[in-house]
Antibody, heavy 121, light 110 residues
Framework: EVQLVQSGAEVKKPGESLRISCKYS????????IGWVRQMPGRGLELMGI????????RYSPSFQGQVTMSLDQSITTAYLQWSSLKASDTARYYC??????????????WGQGTLVTVSS | QPVLTQPPSVSAVPGQKVTISCSGS????????VSWYQQLPGTAPKLLIY???KRPSGIPDRFSGSKSGTSATLGITGLQTGDEADYYC???????????FGGGTKVTVL
C-alpha cells in the first residue's frame, strides 16, 4: 500500500527556519517523483516543486524557486521541505504528493495527510 | 489568480448530475492531459481522474472526465451527500513550464 506520512503541525515565528518531512513507502521509489503542494487558507492548490528519489534532481515551480528547498534521504525514504527564514505568508497546509508521469501527462496520484504550518509573531 | 478557470460553486439534489467546467488555453489544457481532484472537508485532496478521462482504481464510474479543445469537464452522476467537496482541475502549462490548477469548485448537495 502506497503511503505518504507527514510530520505534525508546526507553529513558528517570522524569520525562523523549519523543515517538514514526508515518509514514503509501499512502492518502487525511484520510479516516481515526490512533490510538495501548498494550500493557503481557503485557497487552491499550488505545486511547489518535485524531487526525484533516484538522484535527488529537483524541479521548482518558478513561484517557489529560491523560497524553499526540497531534499530527501533515500536511506530512510523520507522527503523534506525546508525554509531558512519563514514569513507570515508561508502560513498554509503543505501536502507531500507522489507524481505519476512527467510533463504533459502528470498527475498527483497519492497525497500525504498534510502538515499545517502557522507563522505568527 | 488561477490559470485555469472553474465555477466557484455548483449544486444539485441527490441523484442528479452535475458538471464542472475547467477552462484554459492551448498552452495548458489544449495540449496536455488534465487531472481532477476531490477534496472532502478537512481532508487531503484525492485523485479522481487522470489523462483527461481515466479513473484510478477504486473511483466509481459515477465520476467521468472529458475534454474538448481548451476546456475540460468533470461529470458526477447519481449525486450523493458524500460528494460534497471541493473539486480541482490541474494540468501542465507548457508556456509557464509549471503545473497549474483551477481555483476549485464547491459542490453542494441540496
Amino acid at each position: 500500500e502506497v503511503q505518504l506520512v507527514q510530520s505534525g503541525a508546526e507553529v513558528k515565528k517570522p524569520g525562523e527556519s523549519l523543515r517538514i518531512s514526508c515518509k514514503y513507502s509501499g512502492y518502487m521509489f525511484p520510479s516516481y517523483w515526490i512533490g510538495w503542494v501548498r494550500q493557503m487558507p481557503g485557497r487552491g492548490l499550488e505545486l511547489m516543486g518535485i524531487i526525484h528519489p533516484g538522484d535527488s534532481q529537483t524541479r521548482y515551480s518558478p513561484s517557489f524557486q529560491g523560497q524553499v528547498t526540497m531534499s530527501l534521504d533515500q536511506s530512510i525514504t523520507t522527503a523534506y521541505l525546508q525554509w531558512s527564514s519563514l514569513k507570515a505568508s508561508d502560513t498554509a497546509r503543505y501536502y507531500c504528493v507522489r507524481q505519476y508521469g512527467y510533463g504533459g501527462n502528470f498527475c498527483l496520484d497519492y497525497w500525504g495527510q498534510g502538515t499545517l504550518v502557522t507563522v505568527s509573531s | 489568480q488561477p490559470v485555469l478557470t472553474q465555477p466557484p460553486s455548483v449544486s444539485a439534489v441527490p441523484g442528479q448530475k452535475v458538471t464542472i467546467s475547467c477552462s484554459g488555453s492551448s498552452s495548458n489544457i489544449g495540449n496536455n492531459y488534465v487531472s481532477w481532484y476531490q477534496q472532502l472537508p478537512g481532508t487531503a485532496p484525492k485523485l479522481l481522474i487522470y489523462d483527461d478521462n481515466k479513473r484510478p482504481s477504486g473511483i466509481p464510474d459515477r465520476f467521468s472526465g472529458s475534454k474538448s479543445g481548451t476546456s475540460a469537464t468533470l461529470g458526477i452522476t447519481g449525486l450523493q451527500t458524500g460528494d460534497e467537496a471541493d473539486y480541482y482541475c490541474g494540468t501542465l502549462d507548457s508556456s509557464l513550464s509549471d503545473a497549474v490548477f483551477g481555483g476549485g469548485t464547491k459542490v453542494t448537495v441540496l
